[in-house]
């Protein structure tokens, strides 16, 4: 998918590009469809719509996870996934309808660094 910078979430998009250039695919997802609404990627064989789709099931259950387990009064921030050579971050965003889905090298990213660089791109999506 190409993303338009005048919209938010093509510009959160490069902008994440512009500050993290050797990420591996960025997607910018409406929770309630799935869809992304602005993806890049760096690696062919990462498809940043198809990340999207699965990502939002994980998102989607861990709310009917926080549900069942009445964790009231928290909010996802983010959630991690680890991979052996890849760091997934995906970063809800202010009332949890969008997030951003970020998936970097875990060799040539620092993790720190890159959840700065996501989370200063939320009050775009807002």
């Known amino acids: 998918m190409a993303y338009n910078v005048s919209l938010p979430a093509g510009q959160a998009v490069q902008n994440?590009?512009?500050?993290?250039p050797g990420l591996l695919a960025v997607a910018v997802?409406?929770?309630?469809?799935?869809?992304?609404?602005?993806?890049h990627s760096n690696v062919a064989s990462l498809n940043p719509e198809t990340?999207?789709?699965?990502?939002?099931e994980v998102v989607k259950q861990k709310f009917k996870a926080m549900s069942a387990l009445k964790?009231?009064?928290e909010t996802i921030e983010d959630i991690l996934i680890t991979l052996s050579n890849q760091l997934h971050l995906?970063?809800?965003?202010?009332?949890g309808?969008?997030?951003i889905y970020l998936a970097v090298s875990s060799r040539d990213t620092n993790l720190a660094i890159a959840r700065e660089v996501v989370r200063a791109q939320t009050d775009l999506l807002k």
Do not use: P
């Not at 995906?90 to 009332?95: M, R």
């Open 16 to 20: 994440i590009l512009n500050d993290l």
């Open 29 to 39: 997802v409406d929770i309630s469809s799935g869809m992304a609404l602005a993806s």
């Open 51 to 56: 990340a999207a789709a699965y990502n939002t």
């Open 71 to 73: 964790l009231q009064g």
């Open 90 to 95: 995906i970063k809800l965003v202010g009332d």
């Open 97 to 99: 309808k969008k997030f």
